[in-house]
């Protein structure tokens, strides 16, 4: 499948002048259409955000928010808003501020809050948000709001949305993320080298941590019994 390049009319022009310094991340969650069928949900949710203004059955008229970039299972790449412009992804299109200014807007297609992300999925938005840190000069590293630099969540910005969700595998994202800007900075081999062995360090944390904790309970064991005998005799 080959990426797909379609404009929308929604965005702030030139960012009304404010710096990128971080990335949202969504979900499409448009599965009720598109029958969580996750190539329906790509061209769903291009329709969606590169459309100028939709009709409520009331017979309001709403502007239709908008993205940078949409990232399908298949790990083929939508770009929609050039990042130069402030797209309107994190809040409605009159709230002229936040992410919508100061953040690139990535768009994970999940059809439903229950569906896992694909490995094609997570390694297209590993390379594009890395690439998108080198250039920018964002930190990868994880943050909870769209004031400090770095990549944060659209659950981090409002109580309303849970996307990406608790399937999103945020940690060794970030990791991975790591990783390919150390690489792309010229600091490690183009590989996740570096995430792997992050992700064995925290594991053999975790083994250590066990090994630990079943010497406690032996040794608790042991007192136990000694109370024991200590009663009894
Ligand atoms: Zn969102």
Redesign the pocket.
Known sequence: MNDVARESPNFYRDRLGVAIQGVTL??TRGGERTRGDPEAEFSAALDWLTRHSYQTAEGATYRNPSIHYIVGHDGRLARVVPERHGAW?AGTGADRRGANLNAIGVELVQPTADTPYPEALIARAVALVADICHRHGIPARRTHDDAAPGIHH?SDLTSR?S?PGALWPSEVFIARVAARLRALRGEAAPDDAGAAAALWAAVEGNARAVGELRSEVAALRGRLRSAGQALSG
Do not use: L
């Open positions: 969504h979900s992804h659209h949305k996307d």
